[in-house]
């Protein structure tokens, strides 16, 4: 139970009641409870705001998993939960709170299948599920479902197949310039489902949601998986390009 006003809105725009320095230290919460807050009221934090949970938001490292739980659910359950999530992004809170996901922010996947940044196709996967009203541990499995893709990244040259013939006549080899870098993420849905085992595990989620979660990222991308609709929804397709 908050005890004390710790700010206002005026103007779609939240303000600190008094100082947010010290309602921040006095109860860690309050961070991640700022932006749950500016996700279900469609508002947006002041400047000083802003800094304030960039600067401190490494306080959430000592704050009850079981309340950031209680306001990361409240983002990924409204109906803006895309602009909430770009919060957690953009503020480092994810960096504290799944840490794992921290890296998504501004991430090229460099493919032509993803002409989204990591992290906005992540979003945009959870706001579809929220928008068919999924339960949590779906939404929660959206959120985790390409977690691993980052660790398991894997660039290699490709020389475009075109051939020269120099002119008197016969092949030469092409130019090392005349290719490409492409990206491959083969099994980052296994690497991934070991990384939300410990996310989810460390989260306090129960041992049934987490098999649960875990089977559902491990499987994301079988034809037969409940979030195959969402993921590719929001992927590209060559021609598209």
Known sequence: MEDEAWISIEDGV???????????????????????????????????????????GYLLQRTDKSDIMCELNKILQSDNVFNGLKMLWKYRIFNF???????????????????????????RVVESAQKNMEPIN??????????????VRTDKWV????????PLGYNINNNAEDGYIKTNYVHHESVGANLA?????????????????????????????????????????????
């Open 14 to 56: 939240l303000h600190a009641v008094g100082h947010i320095r010290t309602h921040f230290n006095k109860n860690p919460i309050r961070i991640l409870k700022t932006i749950s807050i500016c996700t279900l009221l469609d508002v947006r934090v002041d400047d000083i705001i802003e800094k304030r949970i960039m600067d401190m």
């Open 138 to 151: 779906i939404l929660m499995t959206c959120l985790l479902h390409d977690v691993g893709k980052p660790f």
């Open 197 to 241: 085992y410990g996310i989810l595990k460390r989260l306090n989620f129960t041992k049934e949601d987490t098999i649960s979660i875990v089977r559902l990222i491990r499987g994301h991308l079988n034809d037969d998986s409940i979030i195959r609709v969402y993921d590719n929804a929001h992927k590209s397709t060559p021609k598209n390009l």
């Open 97 to 123: 709170i799944i840490p794992e996901l921290a890296i998504q922010w501004n991430y090229d996947q460099n493919s032509k299948y993803h002409n989204l940044q990591l992290w906005e196709h992540t979003a």
């Open 159 to 166: 020389i475009n197949n075109i051939k020269k013939v120099n």
